[in-house]
């Protein structure tokens, strides 16, 4: 993808979010993740389960108080100390104006006591002064723009299939205008046949509209379609990072090749030559993780050093970054 400048419209430096369980254990959710997204392109952030993929979307557009580390948008340090509640007040109104989020389950992001003309009309409120009469005109736009029609502005959440939902929580997403949106895993409670569907809509309003994305998912094959660039995290660090095209081509860390290897094949023949990566033990514990390479219990090429500390993110070239002794 092309940049048009070297200045990243958000950059997480440090970013971490510890949960603390009693008085000795602490939860390492997200633990020192360190990324960039510039304007314009789509960044995939994936990884198993509980690997602290939405906790990072969810620091970054202040729903979760990280416990160290920055989050600079457009400049602009989002956790700043401010002097006055005003002035908090103002910098919550220009944030949430410019980065938005689009939540995993359709079925529990949307209230169900709200209509669709309130749920995406709630933004426009909070947004600044607006007659009704263009409010509603505004709220039928963008549900025209998400595939849904005027006859459904009165109708409440419930009335509506998983894809549907999505679409007016991505309506409502877009009521403000916003610059830059977490997908925090869009499709991963809809059908396929849907999933294609909201995919490619999310496409044609970024092209559309000049949006950013990170689009957090663990459906690699989606990821490696939307995305220009695809960050890795495990159990809550960045373990690799590069473009899409060259991390699908030329994986350097061991956890990195055992996910790529568990994409699905259409192709009996390829599928047949493919090497599958089996990963062996239980994914450790993020309640006090020891000092080490978090992977070391279950990477088939653990060392003695991979013990002696925790492997740092290393440049390899051509924006290519992997966090790992061995590479």
Not at 158 to 178: C, K, M, T, W, Y
Not at 207 to 225: C, P
């Given at each position: 993808?092309?940049?048009?400048?070297?200045?990243?419209?958000?950059?997480?430096?440090?970013?971490?979010?510890?949960?603390?369980?009693?008085?000795?254990?602490?939860?390492?959710?997200?633990?020192?993740?360190?990324?960039?997204?510039?304007?314009?392109?789509?960044?995939?952030?994936?990884?198993?389960?509980?690997?602290?993929?939405?906790?990072?979307?969810?620091?970054?557009?202040?729903?979760?108080?990280?416990?160290?580390?920055?989050?600079?948008?457009?400049?602009?340090d989002v956790y700043a100390p401010v002097r006055s509640r005003a002035e908090a007040r103002?910098?919550?109104?220009?944030?949430?104006?410019?980065?938005?989020?689009?939540?995993?389950?359709?079925?529990?992001?949307?209230?169900?006591?709200?209509?669709?003309?309130?749920?995406?009309?709630?933004?426009?409120?909070?947004?600044?002064?607006?007659?009704?009469?263009?409010?509603?005109?505004?709220?039928?736009?963008?549900?025209?723009?998400?595939?849904?029609?005027?006859?459904?502005?009165?109708?409440?959440?419930?009335?509506?299939?998983?894809?549907?939902?999505?679409?007016?929580?991505?309506?409502?997403?877009?009521?403000?205008?916003?610059?830059?949106?977490?997908?925090?895993?869009?499709?991963?409670?809809?059908?396929?046949?849907?999933?294609?569907?909201?995919?490619?809509?999310?496409?044609?309003?970024?092209?559309?509209?000049?949006?950013?994305?990170?689009?957090?998912?663990?459906?690699?094959?989606?990821?490696?379609?939307?995305?220009?660039?695809?960050?890795?995290?495990?159990?809550?660090?960045?373990?690799?990072?590069?473009?899409?095209?060259?991390?699908?081509?030329?994986?350097?860390?061991?956890?990195?090749?055992?996910?790529?290897?568990?994409?699905?094949?259409?192709?009996?023949?390829?599928?047949?030559?493919?090497?599958?990566?089996?990963?062996?033990?239980?994914?450790?514990?993020?309640?006090?993780?020891?000092?080490?390479?978090?992977?070391?219990?279950?990477?088939?090429?653990?060392?003695?050093?991979?013990?002696?500390?925790?492997?740092?993110?290393?440049?390899?070239?051509?924006?290519?970054?992997?966090?790992?002794?061995?590479a």
């Amino acid at each position: 993808m092309k940049r048009t400048n070297d200045t990243p419209l958000l950059a997480v430096e440090g970013l971490s979010k510890y949960f603390r369980m009693s008085r000795t254990d602490v939860l390492k959710a997200v633990d020192g993740v360190s990324f960039e997204v510039f304007k314009g392109e789509t960044v995939g952030l994936v990884g198993e389960s509980g690997c602290g993929k939405s906790t990072t979307g969810r620091c970054i557009v202040r729903l979760h108080e990280p416990s160290a580390g920055s989050v600079r948008f457009d400049g602009e340090d989002v956790y700043a100390p401010v002097r006055s509640r005003a002035e908090a007040r103002a910098r919550s109104r220009r944030l949430c104006k410019d980065m938005q989020m689009v939540f995993q389950n359709p079925y529990s992001s949307l209230n169900p006591r709200m209509t669709v003309k309130d749920i995406v009309g709630e933004g426009l409120s909070l947004a600044g002064r607006m007659g009704e009469r263009e409010r509603d005109e505004r709220i039928t736009e963008l549900l025209r723009t998400v595939g849904l029609g005027a006859d459904h502005v009165s109708r409440f959440p419930h009335e509506f299939s998983g894809g549907q939902r999505q679409r007016i929580g991505i309506a409502r997403a877009l009521s403000v205008d916003p610059r830059f949106i977490v997908c925090d895993e869009p499709i991963s409670a809809l059908d396929v046949s849907i999933q294609a569907q909201v995919i490619n809509m999310l496409k044609r309003l970024q092209a559309e509209r000049g949006l950013t994305y990170l689009f957090i998912a663990h459906d690699l094959s989606v990821v490696k379609y939307v995305s220009d660039r695809v960050i890795v995290m495990y159990l809550g660090t960045v373990v690799e990072q590069s473009e899409s095209v060259e991390l699908y081509r030329h994986p350097l860390h061991p956890y990195t090749r055992a996910l790529f290897s568990a994409i699905p094949e259409a192709d009996p023949r390829i599928a047949k030559g493919r090497e599958r990566i089996l990963l062996k033990g239980e994914i450790p514990s993020p309640i006090n993780p020891k000092d080490e390479c978090r992977f070391a219990d279950r990477c088939p090429m653990a060392q003695a050093v991979c013990r002696s500390g925790r492997p740092p993110l290393r440049d390899m070239g051509g924006g290519h970054s992997v966090a790992c002794f061995l590479a």
